[in-house]
């Protein structure tokens, strides 16, 4: 069991504008292994951002995101290694990226990584 | 297939008023088609706008939407496409366009397109 | 028809404090008539305020309201008609109209108009 | 019909620690009689606060609030009165009393008075 | 009956970045014992913070919550223990403890302690 | 004030097969008058029924129920006129009318009215 | 403290057909007072009934209610007294009285009283 | 514009048992266009069946609904031919066919077509 | 740890009626333990009955409860338990138990207990 | 790929009592791979079932689930693996498998496979 996804697998396409705007992709499909028990891991990941001059191709991040499906690795690292390949490949303005696990032994988790200042656009809308 | 929609459906009316106030229109019967896939898409469009001289008229502006229905064009595309077509048509003294899209392939998407600055009465109600 | 709803419908009393606080009250049953098709248009009128010396009666806020049922009148300017005769009838610190209409050949419409500064207390709490 | 409830019902006890923190309770189960119409009225009221020295006991509040139930008094009346009485007794940093109240001839109602500063914990969790 | 929950049962792992993020865990399988009444309390035990160096171990905050079972304490008290507690032991940049009580006699009630100052990645995202 | 709708705005065109199914048609605009207190009732109609030989047009009973906005006509008559009109006009093999109201002194009603047998179809799905 | 509701508060008005129908009024604003404790208790109390020859009139019913509000009298008393109150002054084809209680000490509790054989129109609607 | 849509799209395969079993797919992005007005209608379309020999093809059916985008036909008219179009080619044992459509006027309309008896363990189950 | 709960801890009184009528308490405080692992169950107990002679005194039935808190006992035993102690205590007309659990491993499970024959009442309201 | 899980992983305990009664088991975290396409399909698999003389253990049922999670099988013999392999093993008196799939191309599915005769109880609770 390899903890370390595969970046290559994401793609990208040129922002059909250069003025500011906001992006979100929800995806409810996550699954990854808990490096700890072996038990499947499930959840949410969001993904937040302003493309500086690139996006990235929604079917390319959902393959990005099928990578984990066997991978031992934990929540924490899971948000951080996200918002890191992301951060890195596409150089956005602005990126968030939050991850909500389903229930184990009574918790619900939730965790929030973040590169670049927020938008004022996000703010006041 | 060709991705322009008619702008000149839209029909505009005075504003009532001088005083600034805040529009929000939710249209939840948006479809265009995907370029890539031939696929229809399908989500919810709101336009939200302070008005400086004219406000948009309503069945003009599900005319315009509707000139959408057999076009292919991506998600990001038609939420600047909207901003910038209202935006030129209307002069508004602030205008934000939110596009929220039915789930693909375990995604869901939203596009967030504004121009102007955000009100202080949106802001603070 | 005749779009001029009756202000003089409006009963206030005095202010049970001097110390500024907050009312809102919610009326879902509010309809009038669209000018334009001769069709009633339903919705729900939201009146947030801060009295300065008066407040106004329910039961003479519910006969105005009840007054606009056969006017032929706008969703915009039912609302800054609203705003404007309580503005000048109850000269309050703060008033905010906000209207929600049901939907219309798939538009959901909200217009909100506002009189005065927000106040401190409706941000914080 | 007397319409002061009996503020010598509320007791106290030490806040626990120094550092100051919010405690918000909500209490579903309020009943008074309008004055004017002899109706019962029934409503919600939450009542957040910093304690400066004391924390007001819960079972006291419920016989306090109790001691409203066969009582002449106004929404708005209601609300400054639980605020005032509150804000004397226990001296605390922050206070914030919020009434709604059931529909009555298609109106809903919510009354906010406030005692302080907003804490900083307030706003920014 | 003994209140004092046994901080020593808390695990902790070291923080998979030195990226500034937001952890939260939520917990609704809380329950502890009025120290009054002698009856069971249930409720929901939401913490959040921003790691300095260590974040803490999911199954040791669970087996820490589970100490509570049979110890009387009140509200307030067990929220400021575990602020104390946590704080104390993972030197967070920011800790937030949220508790939600179910309804005893009309009443739900909610308790907030902070440690440090709230993060901009909270506020803004 | 005249509490009798104008049936002969109804229309009917032929049911699309001879094969029996069942058509569901629910309007949450209907309002009428108190006859007693004068003051407006607002509801929502639904009507189900397997037709024999003939539908109600939409549009036509669109306007048949706006008839009634100013008529003075109470809940238990409105749902046994209704029900009364369209099995006159349409012969169903059944018809179901279900009039839901708006809350009035603390009480929501429903009134149900039938004509015909229930059909299988209906009782099965 | 005397737990008997006056039930000639009651009125009643013919009903509008001879052809069965049903009818249900749902009051969620019934507070009665626990005869063991001396604490209120709060509820929702939902008539359902098929009229043979009167209605009951809601705004007598609405009195018949209030008229409960400071009688001593447990959960299964007012179910029972309210069915037989009603079936005995009304004498309906059928008849059912539904009592929701809110949560006390971590319960909920409903209890359904019925007199006469449910309508075909109940069960097949 | 022509109101046939094509069942040759439709593919089927075996069915993985010979014990009956009930399949169920909602598809809610269902579009065609009312020949009325031309407008665009939007519903949601769901199909029940157990199977005899086959089963159809998601994909297929997906297919088969798109082919429907641009024709003009009625509520009533879809929902009878796709209950037509699926008994002929796949001889269910059961199909029942379900049609709900989004608000239009004040009014949301639901259509449902049957063919041949329900199955035991859909009513039990 | 033994897995036996004290039926004497229940106290009844007599049922205000002869006529049959149904009684439904929902007590959502739950807690046992589980005898495998050792860690805390929590769920909700939901008990129906028609009572013959007696009806179970509610805090009595809480005290019964809460006396499962630090027993070791599976979730079928709970139920069939809670069935047999109240069966053979109050020799009910009918009675139903349901126990509805918290998630365990992405599980969530409810059992269902029953002695004696469903009531008509409650099958047709 | 081979798409036959391992029912040797399900384990059974002796059920508690030979009276008969339900039990309920919801997985909200089943996974698979859709032979034609090779993504992941998401589901939630519900097995309800009177157990004759034993129940299947809760941990080994999860084992047996995740068995899956690598597995090419369609939705359908998901479902009647399921039955058969629950059917076989533990000879039931009664069981129903029902599976709900996540949206794929604007599609939810459900699926529902039963085995002997529905108990008196699941009907009548």
Chains 1, 2, 3, 4, 5, 6, 7, 8, 9, 10 share one sequence.
């Not at 700890?36 to 393959?63: I, M, N, Q, W």
């Not at 990578?67 to 924490?76: A, C, Q, S």
Request: hydrophobic share 40%.
């Amino acid at each position: 069991m390899n903890d370390t996804p595969n970046a290559e697998l994401l793609e990208f396409f040129d922002s059909p504008t250069e003025a500011p705007f906001v992006i979100e992709h929800v995806h409810d499909e996550f699954t990854s292994v808990c490096p700890k028990t072996g038990h499947p891991d499930f959840g949410t990941v969001t993904v937040r951002y302003v493309p500086r001059a690139v996006c990235v191709e929604l079917k390319s991040l959902k393959l990005y995101f099928q990578d984990f499906r066997n991978r031992g690795i934990f929540y924490e690292a899971v948000t951080n290694q996200v918002r890191d390949d992301l951060a890195r490949t596409m150089s956005p303005a602005w990126l968030q990226v939050v991850t909500e696990w389903k229930g184990r032994g009574g918790f619900r988790s939730r965790i929030i990584a973040t590169h670049g200042e927020v938008p004022a656009q996000w703010l006041k809308g």
